[in-house]
């Protein structure tokens, strides 16, 4: 089984709509959480972390966090057609100093239509 | 705006030869990383190095080597290309916050080496 589960997609939404992305994970060590988008033949960037069960709110996006659960979840409202890409969870056992190895989900392929 | 550069962005090359993939950073960032992504998998780390000198296998067993002679460049090298090593090759780059309690340690990807080899 793996550590961090995340559906595939792909996940295909009218422009406007909220698009609602999760992921499950078993490591119950893991304190540390991230969404990365990442489009087509580039580098995957950076949208929002979290070390924290809760939400986290920048701009259009909505982390969320459910650590009894084991559960994150990303929200974006307003979607564009630029949102269209593909979407990696990523979450780390937090280790002073010595920084964090990340552990990724397969990501979800995310189209917004015009 | 992350630095991290990745060259070449493409290659093709045939069974048996000898390749490296460059990857530079100009942020000045202590740690770096190599992942393999294959289409619609998950990234899975091969290799990363937390300074000049370090380095240390990843998660995932590879056949390639790396060195870190400079703290801006991280070099990965197949010494025999074959097949099975087709993938996307990405590399990262954190700045390893030592001292903080809350260590966010944010990795910037460069924007990968897609490798065939035939």
């Known amino acids: 089984q793996k550590e961090v589960e995340q559906d595939p997609g792909p996940l295909s939404v009218p422009e406007g709509a909220i698009v609602s992305l999760n992921c499950t994970y078993s490591?119950?060590?893991?304190?540390?959480f991230m969404w990365y988008r990442q489009y087509s033949r580039k580098g995957p960037e950076l949208l929002m972390y979290?070390?924290?069960?809760g939400n986290k709110e920048d701009g259009r996006f909505t982390a969320q966090v459910d650590k009894s659960s084991k559960y994150i979840s990303l929200f974006i409202r307003d979607s564009q057609p630029s949102d269209s890409a593909t979407y990696l969870c990523?979450?780390?056992?937090?280790?002073?100093?010595?920084?964090?190895?990340?552990?990724f989900g397969g990501g979800t392929r995310v189209l917004v239509k015009p | 705006e992350a630095d991290i550069y990745q060259t070449p962005r493409y290659l093709v090359i045939g069974t048996g030869k000898k390749i490296t993939l460059e990857c530079s950073q100009t942020?000045?960032?202590?740690?770096m990383y190599w992942y393999q992504q294959d289409p619609g998998m998950e990234l899975h780390l091969i290799h990363y190095?937390?300074?000049?000198?370090?380095?240390e296998k990843g998660d995932l067993s590879s056949e390639s080597t790396v060195s870190r002679i400079r703290t801006e460049h991280f070099p990965l090298t197949l010494e025999s290309a074959r097949p099975s090593h087709t993938s996307q090759y990405l590399c990262a780059s954190s700045a390893g916050l030592a001292g903080l309690s809350y260590n966010t340690d944010t990795q910037y990807f460069g924007p990968g080496t897609r490798l065939t080899v035939l």
């Open positions: 990523a979450m780390s056992v937090l280790i002073k100093a010595a920084g964090n190895k990340l552990t």
């Open positions: 490591n119950s060590a893991f304190q540390y």
């Open positions: 979290t070390y924290s069960s």
């Open positions: 942020m000045g960032h202590d740690k």
């Open positions: 190095s937390y300074g000049v000198n370090s380095t």
